[in-house]
């Protein structure tokens, strides 16, 4: 029985109850997609480690997981190789492994290597930099003037050293990107006119007056046994690793370099970053300028083109390591010392000077094929697993 409603009240209504949306059913591999979360979506705490297999794939063997670190630490493992070879070698064992020629290789090749990570930038955008050995030159010809003529402080030299790098790499950039004309034509162009100003400013004739001792002393001189300009090198290449891989305008270059039409469709400003990345090449070409003066002590005018060519070997064969055909921080850091420890040990063992330029140029060709080569099973493997049965 159900109780009479008073009279004259309004009706008792119930309000009307949402549906209940009913749980999805489960996932099955007859789905489209598949029933695990993407791999690459996960926070890095959650991703498989390396060589670990992702859920749902073939468990991976022995084989395989050796085939990915000899991929991705080759490079590390002949560095390695290289100096226990020289360190054994009758011929070098007496003066290769010691604590001031291992001093000596450090700190030389810190100016190279700031100038090589320099020139991550633009590459990884897909655009060439020739200019960068030319404008260290310039850089540290204008600190040395700086300094003997107009007796600047040390800081104002070295901001102008600085300074001298930036300008280059932004008319670098306005050529490139307002004209749309290839970087490897403007750079080489510039790299011309570079030297044909420092040719017209020293007469050719090396400023050796008035450069800073501090300066000098610090650029050979070592910090708990490492040399100091180290120590630069580690901030530099620190700073480039975050801006490349950290940064929203790291990841822009990379798409740039990718498709740059692609990457302008999604809106990024590809004129803009472009030109920003010439102009961080320069600044960080002017820094290798000012540690090259601290280093030598003198504004040489022939000094700064020869990098050129050993900075874009070790960019590119620092791509055949760690990260697989990707431009990468360790990797050219580790090219650089590789390429350091062969020519000196060689240089060591009484084999001619122009062995460097032929050692340079044949290990960046055999390092970018022997990564090709180990990367082809991978690639067979790939395929053969997406081949439905």
């Not at 003037?145 to 670098?172: K, M, S, T, Y």
């Not at 050993?310 to 064969?317: G, M, R």
Request: charged share 10%; hydrophobic share 50%.
């Amino acid at each position: 029985m159900t109780s009479p409603r008073p009279t004259g009240s309004a009706p008792v209504t119930t309000p009307p109850t949402a549906p209940t949306a009913s749980p999805p059913p489960p996932r099955t591999q007859d789905d489209a997609g598949p029933a695990t979360r993407n791999e690459s979506a996960l926070h890095p705490s959650e991703q498989a480690p390396l060589g670990a297999s992702p859920p749902g794939a073939p468990r991976r063997g022995a084989g395989t997981l050796a085939g990915d670190l000899l991929r991705q630490y080759s490079l590390l493992a002949l560095l390695i190789a290289s100096v226990v070879f020289y360190a054994t070698w009758s011929k070098t064992s007496g003066v290769f492994p010691t604590v001031p020629n291992f001093q000596n290789i450090a700190g030389s090749q810190s100016v190279l290597a700031v100038l090589t990570l320099g020139l991550l930038i633009p590459m990884v955008s897909g655009n060439l930099d020739l200019s960068v050995g030319s404008t260290a030159g310039m850089a540290s010809i204008f600190s040395a003037a700086a300094f003997a003529h107009g007796q600047v402080p040390l800081p104002v030299g070295i901001l102008i050293g600085v300074a001298v790098g930036a300008v280059v790499g932004l008319v670098n950039g306005f050529i490139v990107t307002r004209f749309q004309i290839d970087p490897f034509i403007v750079t080489l162009g510039t790299a011309s006119v570079i030297l044909g100003i420092v040719d017209w400013y020293t007469k050719g004739l090396a400023i050796v007056q008035g450069i800073p001792q501090s300066l000098v002393t610090f650029g050979g001189s070592n910090r708990f046994g490492i040399p100091s300009t180290m120590y630069v090198l580690v901030l530099v290449g620190f700073a480039v690793w975050y801006l490349l891989e950290q940064t929203p305008f790291g990841r822009n270059l990379h798409a740039i370099g990718s498709n740059k039409a692609a990457a302008r469709l999604v809106g990024i400003r590809v004129e803009r970053d472009t030109c920003t990345a010439f102009i961080l090449s320069g600044s960080f070409a002017g820094l290798a300028g000012v540690l090259l003066l601290a280093r030598s002590g003198a504004g040489n005018p022939t000094v700064g083109q020869s990098f050129t060519l050993t900075a874009i070997a070790a960019a590119f064969l620092g791509a055949a390591s760690f990260k697989l055909g990707r431009l990468n921080v360790l990797g050219t850091l580790v090219a650089i010392f590789f390429l350091a420890v062969n020519i000196t040990g060689l240089t060591f063992a009484g084999v001619s000077n122009w062995i460097s330029e032929v050692f340079t140029g044949l290990s960046l060709v055999l390092a970018v094929a022997f990564a090709t080569v180990l990367s082809r099973p991978r690639k067979h493997k790939a395929a053969k697993d997406a081949t439905p049965a």
